[in-house]
């Protein structure tokens, strides 16, 4: 059935494309449904549409329109899809060295585990968490951090008023609210310095806004860190695990999915293609890669804005779009697992959470395999410390990581049985993570070139989500969202 | 003398390259002196130096290695050298649709329009300039804006705060000053609401701000202010006409004395050459342009950071360095010259200076031809304006010009002679202008990376300058300091 009409709307895209005067080629395809075929005029392969990056927009993308019965071409500069989630391995467990977890609200990345039958488990969060904020380090179970006790009053009116604000955000289009110049004018760290007195409480929202968006609160607007929050259902649902954004994880991996998408559009996936430029004219965009050019009817570029400006485009961008692009820099983010022989920290009756503002390394999870007897901790430099650890060599972090571990865990957090690391702010091809962080003035000025398409290029990519910008749930909804629009104008 | 020197000099060159097993291609060159040469193993041209950018950092550190005996080339994608400097024409008048002004502390600048024997002149300042700040409308002569008597002690005020903190500030390093933190954690804009209660005051500082920076105070650290201003003498002296950064013209534009330079450095300027990327080893750099590839011991970018980051880096580049590159956006301007059939603002007794809130257009400058009957203005579109004009047909924007000229000056400005424009923040090979205008949280955390080099890849450009970075002179000073530091490599 659903091959039918992929197949049968596959001869009307192909009459409309030979009634535009171009290229039939590619009639053979319409029995063995290749994705991609020659157009004798440019050399150059056609599709329908030619999409950026074999992330989790891509792909959905991809899908999505080939479901429509178009036909698509991802092209991958890596030599792997997924994006800013990836395989690694530590202790023989095949875990996620990118994005892992999911929560409750993020409905569309659990409806697509759940049309591969990849599994959710809960973050595991039996005992009691580590706090060590402004000198007052305690023990606590559930979700709310437990500052120095004559903090806690200011901390839950702090986190109050957040969440009014963020409720308050205009969203989707958060520059058009009543209050968005003036909260475009400050970052995090200067409405902080105004609406908390307590250093406990200071310290403890730089650590969690550092947590979220792998940057400080020096460098980040309030608006859009009102703007994230609110698209993600408030900024308690960012920060908590249960019921939260760190609710569950996926069996095998998150990153199976992109694996599993990939593995159905089959050819349509192209990996080690770097896009060099994009050319469009008034009938279609020519992307060329180093290994050669696909032409499509339109283009989707997923790749968030910094990545994107280093594509050549013709024409040009204009001035707002490519604007955005030079304002959009990724969080700094590096991803640690460590194995040890057995979870010691559940023996002394710690969920493995800690949070601390004494560590450059932090905040970590249990992150143990569900079966077997090891034990296993993942966590991140993030912001500053991940800027300042990225270009060390890779010893050097080891040991401050085991170090800043021991200093909670005691010295059997000094010998691991495996280590693995992602220094995403330093890959070439990702240069940050998880996501685009403008600093202030940016939403307000060029906030709508976000996803305003320029000409037949249209932009994906978690950035562009109006729900869960940031999260895999996010560049999903983004994917379904630019194959939808781009759908409805073939 | 200076040949024999540059000819013995390059000998010994030539042996060091022949001692380190490269190519001792070109020794033809000894003969001829042409500045590029064959390296047989390549295929590339091998130099001494390669070169990126034909403005004036690049000329300069090309010229200063030339004269110490040195091999250059210098890579200019564009067909015409100069950068964000560039000839253009108006009313059959030779003007700068680019950097025009000087200013008498801008020494290096002088000296070399002194060298090259260009004169300069005072911009023209006889009568009175007109204001409008806050619904207060004045005519005033000299350097202090005429705001509402009200307003005028607190403006003082702002303005004596303003400096005290600028030459407070830790130069040339500013992010390792005491204060660095707490004023590279808020924009100018929070700051401005804190320390400015007065809505002239307030909308006094947007204005000189966006038109030294071309953004808006809501887009900028203070601590970047603070330094550039510092490195500027001040920021009075920035925004100041006698005796500060628009004291001065050129007899014939300042785009001569790149093209002077240029003229001297032969065919070792390559116009039409878009670097594309640089591959670097134990040995020196490679680096590949859209018309071939140039062999050199030391690389020097001059491309601002923005830009720099669109060139490909073999090994990839730091992740400070690559950090630095994604939050250093170009201001956004458009500048343009109006020409009349004589300069009748001058019959009403005023300088041709205004400076309006009411006006998208502005600030604009007599710029009459120093001979001749016609008038001339010179304007900008800074900051949010020209983001917001940019990407308009040119059409509207002319409306919008002499509409606004006309506000001030009356009817006879919306009949002009001629008229012509660069919109620089629209310019694929600029993307913005004047300078680059990093937000809160970057200097602190990425300044270092401005200026330190990556292995064999120096880094030059105003934006690199310990004086005047955002001017000429600051451009002309860092290829000066970066000629001196690679020079001293080789």
């Known amino acids: 059935m659903r091959n039918r009409q992929r197949q049968s709307s596959r001869e009307a895209s192909l009459s409309r494309r030979a009634a535009l005067g171009m290229a039939a080629a590619g009639a053979a395809g319409l029995t063995t449904l290749p994705a991609v075929s ?43 899809v997924g994006g800013r989630t990836k395989a690694g391995t530590v202790a023989g467990e095949t875990v996620d060295l990118g994005g892992q977890w999911v929560g409750p609200a993020q409905t569309r990345l659990l409806a697509l585990a759940k049309e591969f039958g990849v599994a959710t488990y809960p973050q595991y969060d039996k005992g009691q968490n580590l706090i060590d904020i402004a000198g007052h380090r305690a023990a606590y179970e559930g979700e709310t951090p437990a500052l120095d006790p004559a903090a806690m009053g200011e901390f839950a009116e702090v986190i109050g008023k957040i969440e009014t604000l963020s409720a308050a955000t205009s969203m989707p ?14 970052t995090i760290e200067s409405w902080l310095l105004l609406n908390a007195k307590s250093p406990a409480v200071r310290s403890a929202i730089r650590l969690l806004v550092r947590a979220v968006f792998s940057a400080e609160t020096s460098q980040i607007s309030l608006l859009y860190f009102l703007a994230y929050a609110s698209a993600g259902g408030g900024f308690s649902a960012l920060i908590a695990t249960r019921g939260g954004a760190q609710d569950s994880l996926f069996d095998g991996g998150v990153w199976q999915l992109a694996a599993r998408m990939a593995k159905d559009l089959g050819a349509a996936v192209v990996l080690n293609a770097k896009v060099e430029s994009i050319a469009q004219d008034g009938t279609g965009v020519t992307v060329t890669t180093n290994t050669g050019a696909w032409r499509g009817r339109y283009g989707v570029v997923t790749a968030p804005p ?63 395999p569900r079966h077997g007897t090891t034990g296993s901790l993942v966590g991140f430099f993030d912001g500053g410390p991940a800027q300042r650890w990225a ?7 080891r040991d401050r990581v085991l170090k800043d571990i021991a200093q909670y865990f005691g010295d059997a957090a000094l010998s691991p049985i495996d280590y693995v690391e992602e220094v995403w702010t330093r890959t070439p091809l990702h240069r940050g993570g998880y996501v685009s962080v403008p600093g202030p003035g940016v939403l307000t000025a060029f906030g709508p070139a976000l996803l305003e398409p320029v000409g037949r290029i249209h932009w994906a990519g978690t950035e562009t989500a109006e729900a869960w910008a940031g999260y895999i749930d996010g560049a999903v909804r983004s994917g379904e969202r630019v194959a939808e629009v781009v759908g409805a104008l073939l």
Request: hydrophobic share 40%; glycine share 8%.
């Open 38 to 80: 020659q157009a004798a005029a440019t050399g150059a392969r056609t599709v329908d549409v030619v999409i950026v990056g074999a992330g989790f927009a891509g792909l959905t993308a991809a899908r999505q329109l080939r479901a429509a019965g178009r036909s698509v071409v991802v092209l991958e500069a890596d030599d792997r």
């Open 173 to 186: 289009r958060p520059w058009e609210g009543a209050a968005a110049a003036e909260q475009d004018a400050q």
């Open 306 to 368: 910094a990545l994107a400006s280093r594509i050549d485009y013709t024409p040009a961008l204009p001035a707002r779009r490519d604007g955005l692009t030079q304002r959009m820099p990724l969080g700094c983010v590096i991803k640690t697992h460590i194995a040890y022989s057995r979870p010691f920290w559940r023996e002394q009756g710690l969920t493995g959470l800690v949070l601390s503002d004494r560590t450059e390394f932090g905040p970590w999870f249990d992150h143990s």
């Open 391 to 397: 270009d060390q060599p890779p010893e050097a972090r």
